[in-house]
């Protein structure tokens, strides 16, 4: 099955600053990426998803970008604002096994925005 | 509007108790999850409906019980629990075909005694 790993597992930034997160997949066949958001108490939200014809893709202060040789993609968040913090996953669909009805999360990163 | 319900919000019961889950989602969805999420870990698959069909059971211990009575309603019906299936129950839905994006409820924190 498809297996996803996150970096990191936290990450501090300043506010104003610039996140980084990195995910990597294996199963070479995937072709859609979401990003979740969670904030406490809440269930995941989706901020942004990019599918295997493209490369890169932006809303705003939120960008995806998709490496399909290296197998991995990043999420990247510009200009950090307090209430960005929250933890984030990526995932990845387990396509061999079971089409697009499962996704395979990756562990999450906790992001602290400091003020 | 992008939105799924769930209730209720809180729930706390002994391990000889029956309770349900209940999820509801009127984006006209065809597959609809539940997922199970213990503290700092990413959400479990547990189910999946699609077209009011259960089209995967993640080996999931018998006194779990899920029904999809219509294609807007999800329900989880919880049956002599263990304290370790307290966790946070999320459910999701999508269209099924062609489009893989999963939308999720708020969540319902289940706590067993």
């Known amino acids: 099955g498809e297996n996803v790993e996150q970096h990191p597992s936290t990450l501090s930034v300043q506010e104003g600053d610039s996140a980084v997160i990195k995910c990597t997949y294996s199963?070479?066949?995937?072709?859609?990426f979401p990003w979740y958001k969670q904030e406490l108490g809440k269930g995941p939200q989706l901020i942004i998803d990019?599918?295997?014809?493209?490369g890169e893709k932006k809303d705003q202060r939120i960008a995806v970008t998709l490496n399909k040789t290296a197998k991995h993609f990043s999420l990247h968040i510009t200009e950090t604002q307090p209430e960005d913090s929250a933890v984030y996953f990526c995932?990845?669909?387990?396509?061999?096994?079971?089409?697009?009805?499962?996704?395979?999360f990756g562990t999450g990163t906790r992001l602290t925005i400091i003020p | 509007d992008t939105e799924v319900t769930q209730t209720p919000k809180h729930l706390v019961m002994g391990m000889t108790n029956k309770k349900s889950l209940k999820c509801e989602q009127h984006?006209?969805?065809?597959?609809m999850y539940w997922y199970k999420q213990k503290a700092k870990k990413p959400p479990e698959l547990m189910f999946v409906?699609?077209?009011?069909?259960?089209?995967i059971n993640e080996s999931v211990p018998s006194r779990f019980s899920p029904e999809c009575p219509n294609s807007s309603l999800l329900n989880l019906h919880l049956h002599a629990l263990q304290p370790e299936d307290s966790a946070l129950y999320l459910c999701?839905?999508?269209?099924?075909?062609?489009?893989?994006?999963?939308?999720f409820g708020p969540g319902t924190r289940l706590t067993v005694l």
């Open positions: 990019i599918r295997s014809n493209v």
């Open positions: 999701a839905s999508s269209r099924p075909m062609g489009s893989d994006t999963q939308y």
């Open positions: 409906y699609s077209y009011e069909k259960l089209s």
């Open positions: 995932a990845a669909p387990d396509i061999s096994n079971f089409g697009n009805e499962k996704l395979t």
């Open positions: 199963d070479s066949a995937s072709n859609y």
């Open positions: 984006m006209g969805h065809r597959a």
